[in-house]
């Protein structure tokens, strides 16, 4: 009984750390992502900025770091229950009316 006992503390410790670390992984990632996101629009939004570093930007790059990476790290926190975010499918959304946006703005079109 006592052995049974110290091995289901040891598993419930062992989950609660392993918990803790994935919502430290997802935070960072979360963090590293929205730095690169917020450092993309700001080259969208900049009217001096380079037409086909932009186009690059729009059409690949922040596409690809919302998707694989923002997009990842939010919906591992919403199932930790840290945050409480939209739906993927609304988030995805999210990313396909900005990109559409900045299309119209910038008059680039990603194929």
């Known amino acids: 009984m006592k052995r049974t006992l110290i091995i ?7 989950g609660c750390q392993q ?9 960072n990632q979360l963090k590293e992502a929205n730095k690169k996101i917020r450092t993309f629009l ?3 939004d900049d009217p001096n900025a380079d037409k086909n570093d932009q186009e690059n930007v729009l059409c690949l790059k922040y596409p690809k770091i919302y998707k694989y990476e923002y997009l990842p790290s939010i919906l591992r926190l919403t199932k930790l229950k840290i945050i409480d975010a939209k739906p993927k499918d609304q988030l ?5 009316k900005t990109t ?12």
Do not use: H, P, T
Request: net charge negative; with cysteine.
């Open 8 to 14: 289901f503390l040891a598993v419930v410790i062992v």
């Open 19 to 27: 918990s803790k670390f994935g919502e430290i992984v997802a935070r």
């Open 42 to 44: 700001s080259i969208l």
């Open 92 to 96: 995805l959304d999210d990313l396909r």
């Open 100 to 111: 559409e946006s900045y299309s119209e703005k910038l008059n680039i079109s990603c194929d």
